[in-house]
């Protein structure tokens, strides 16, 4: 896979946005705490709280395990955090699906730095031109990749032991899924069974 001429040692990124949706639904509070500890000691440092489905289950989780760690992440509907960074990363992979200020995260590029948007919003987001043209910065965004781009990620997985959770289903459980979608009912991603196409 092509990363072009600049190595991931040489930028500063923001290494990840952990969704808060990996902190609904059925997700146990130790368990979503545990998962949260492992992440900022990666070296993670960067949450999403944006509550996609409404009811504040992210953020009635993450408040007691914030208590903890609050001086270790920024989190991103925190106004005042997100100062602190302005201008101090080359790179942001927003992967947030819900309505958010986009600005917020171009602010918090270098020059010549980029957001890159993989999360799809059901409404188009607001850009402020000048968050890109003073600071000669990139707003990019990818859906997903071909079938060449996908084969070299399941390669690079499979040499790094790198494995998902996921929940199989048959294209003739779409709507179940959606529906349980609906309910909170999920605790790992649907993958539809190609075998079930035809």
């Given at each position: 896979?092509?990363?072009?001429?600049?190595?991931?040692?040489?930028?500063?990124?923001?290494?990840l946005?952990?969704?808060?949706?990996?902190?609904?639904g059925?997700?146990?509070?130790?368990?979503?705490?545990?998962?949260?500890?492992?992440?900022?000691?990666?070296?993670?440092?960067?949450?999403?709280?944006?509550?996609?489905?409404?009811?504040?289950a992210?953020?009635r989780?993450?408040?007691?395990?914030?208590?903890?760690?609050?001086?270790?992440?920024?989190?991103?509907?925190?106004?005042?955090?997100?100062?602190?960074?302005?201008?101090?990363?080359?790179?942001?992979?927003?992967?947030?699906s819900?309505?958010?200020?986009?600005?917020?995260?171009?602010?918090?590029?270098?020059?010549?730095?980029?957001v890159?948007?993989?999360?799809?919003?059901?409404?188009?987001?607001p850009?402020?031109?000048?968050?890109?043209?003073?600071?000669?910065?990139?707003?990019?965004?990818?859906?997903i990749?071909g079938?060449?781009?996908?084969?070299?990620m399941?390669?690079?997985?499979?040499?790094?032991?790198?494995?998902?959770?996921?929940?199989?289903?048959?294209i003739?459980?779409?709507?179940?899924?959606?529906?349980?979608?609906?309910?909170?009912?999920?605790?790992y991603?649907?993958?539809i069974?190609?075998?079930?196409?035809?």
């Open positions: 896979m092509d990363t072009g001429v600049r190595s991931l040692d040489e930028l500063t990124t923001s290494r946005c952990l969704g808060s949706m990996l902190m609904g059925r997700t146990g509070i130790a368990e979503a705490h545990a998962m949260l500890d492992a992440f900022v000691d990666a070296g993670y440092d960067f949450l999403d709280t944006a509550d996609v489905y409404g009811d504040g992210a953020e989780t993450l408040k007691p395990w914030l208590a903890r760690r609050r001086d270790e992440v920024v989190v991103t509907t925190n106004a005042d955090a997100l100062t602190t960074r302005t201008r101090t990363f080359d790179f942001v992979l927003d992967t947030v819900a309505q958010h200020d986009i600005n917020a995260y171009l602010d918090l590029l270098r020059r010549d730095g980029t890159c948007l993989v999360g799809a919003p059901e409404k188009p987001l850009v402020n031109s000048f968050n890109l043209l003073f600071g000669r910065r990139s707003l990019s965004g990818s859906a990749g079938i060449r781009e996908t084969q070299e399941l390669d690079f997985c499979g040499e790094h032991g790198i494995t998902a959770d996921i929940e199989k289903i048959r003739q459980q779409i709507n179940e899924a959606y529906d349980r979608l609906l309910k909170q009912d999920v605790r991603r649907f993958v069974e190609n075998s079930s196409l035809q």
